[in-house]
């Protein structure tokens, strides 16, 4: 498979997947994409739809990789990357009521979705590392649980060191230790004074450096990464081919931030996947939900919620939808994307939004309607939820004019987020307190102001690493 980027590529006009999955995001700023999108058949569909999710995985991310992968690295990544997921079922389906699904994300080691593609990731960085014997320097933002998902996934990772930055004061105490209790020598903690958009500004521009971007051999992990986006396309078909004798169309209800897991679905539906709607549930930073109703994207103040790993406005894998919405025509990408940045907004063609409406629709769940979802599943069905997943439950309710099954992504386990939780269900929980003893393990991070000098001189003194 090739890939290009969205913004149009100045250097050789196409890249293999090893070289976008290393490079994270392209040199001119864009977003790598396939070329194209690999089709299954209906017959393909059906002969895929009793296999487990390891075999799912491999078959699909075959379609996508180059010649350094064979069949069988794949498959071993995949088997490798899942077997600590602590649940019986890799994804667990759980019906709740007729027509309506919860798909757990949650059994990874962080207790998050997003250990579905860093593990997977650094899996398949450290395949392409070893055969051309090199290391890499990882930079990435978070917002919550892309930064421990990360360090947990990289963590004893001989080919990386790694750096996350998060917004000081503003990831839950539990998220924060998840990050900072793990004392491996090659993983570096950064509080930055200021929000997650900050840290993924500061990011974006040590990218964009080429100097010490080739220095140090940056990599990302953060969701522009096309591998991660790749890995979460799986769960897609494989919670579609639970559903029992499913020979009809689903829904999905996708919480959403960086628009990476949403995203995924609709590349899902692509592929063949009988998909009718996405729903992007989005909490109060809304920048989505309003786009998909008025076609115009335009940035707002980053408000602090219940669902932090949600604070988000500019959503960074939108730019991959915008660029297809646009029949890949780069340049009206760049127009765009300037205005966004002189503006603070672009707005596109009615035709365009309807197009989009075939597929997504944008629903925004504020703080109180989450904490009421949460009681509501609690005092009806026994089942809790976080609030991250509240916001997606809420959102499939709303829409409940759909008559196909609507399967809610639940992406993170209640116990990440107990202090929310007790507050909806009015009554203290039986968390995971103890989980790696993060509670009365030290804390180990650096606080920077919000400066991307003196983000790099912290890399570089830290970096002991010859790098080639
Ligand atoms: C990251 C995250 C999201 C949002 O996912 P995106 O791919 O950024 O849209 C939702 N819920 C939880 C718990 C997350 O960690």
Not at 30 to 53: R, T
Not at 104 to 129: C, M, Y
Not at 201 to 222: G, H, P, R
Not at 398 to 404: A, M, T, V
Request: charged fraction near 20%; glycine fraction near 4%; hydrophobic fraction near 40%.
């Amino acid at each position: 498979m090739n890939y290009i980027s969205t913004r149009g590529f100045t250097g050789k006009n196409n890249k293999s997947f090893s070289e976008v999955t290393m490079e994270g995001l392209a040199s001119d700023g864009g977003l790598y994409v396939p070329e194209n999108i690999p089709k299954f058949s209906k017959l393909e569909l059906d002969q895929m739809s009793s296999l487990s999710y390891v075999e799912l995985c491999t078959k699909i991310i075959l379609k996508y990789t180059d010649e350094i992968f064979t069949e069988s690295d794949i498959k071993d990544i995949a088997i490798d990357s899942y077997k600590n997921f602590n649940s019986g079922d890799i994804a667990p389906l759980i019906e709740i009521e007729e027509n309506k699904y919860i798909l757990e994300l949650f059994h990874g080691p962080t207790l998050a979705f997003k250990d579905f593609a860093l593990q997977f990731l650094s899996r398949v960085f450290n395949l392409i590392l070893e055969k051309n014997n090199k290391r890499i320097t990882i930079i990435g933002a978070t917002s919550g649980d892309t930064g421990s998902a990360a360090i947990e996934a990289f963590k004893n990772n001989k080919k990386a060191s790694i750096f996350i930055l998060h917004p000081k004061g503003k990831v839950s105490d539990f998220q924060r230790k998840q990050m900072t209790t793990v004392h491996s020598e090659n993983v570096y903690n950064i509080a930055i004074e200021g929000n997650f958009d900050d840290c993924q500004t500061l990011v974006k521009k040590l990218f964009m450096d080429n100097n010490f971007k080739t220095k140090y051999n940056l990599a990302s992990v953060n969701s522009i990464n096309w591998c991660r986006v790749l890995a979460q396309v799986v769960y897609y078909f494989y919670s579609t081919f639970k559903i029992k004798n499913n020979k009809d169309l689903v829904n999905f209800s996708v919480p959403t931030g960086n628009f990476g897991d949403a995203y995924a679905g609709y590349i899902a539906k692509k592929m063949g996947l009988p998909i009718n709607k996405i729903i992007i549930a989005t909490n109060s930073n809304d920048i989505l939900a309003r786009f998909f109703s008025s076609g115009e994207y335009k940035v707002s103040k980053v408000i602090s919620t219940l669902s932090p790993s949600m604070d988000i406005q500019v959503a960074s894998n939108f730019e991959r939808l915008l660029f297809e919405s646009l029949n890949n025509d780069a340049d009206l990408v760049n127009k765009n994307m300037d205005d966004l940045q002189k503006n603070g907004f672009f707005k596109l063609s009615d035709d365009i939004l309807k197009s989009l409406n075939n597929t997504f629709i944008g629903i925004s769940i504020n703080d109180h309607s989450t904490l009421k979802c949460m009681n509501y599943f609690y005092k009806k069905f026994g089942i809790i939820v976080d609030p991250h997943t509240a916001v997606g439950l809420q959102a499939s309710y709303i829409n409940s004019n759909l008559q196909e099954p609507i399967i809610t992504l639940a992406t993170a386990h209640a116990d990440k987020f107990s202090q929310s939780v007790e507050k909806a269900i009015g009554k203290k929980m039986n968390t995971l307190s103890n989980y790696n003893n993060i509670f009365e393990r030290e804390e180990k991070f650096k606080d920077l102001n919000n400066n991307l000098d003196i983000l790099k001189n912290y890399i570089s003194e830290n970096l002991k690493y010859q790098f080639v």
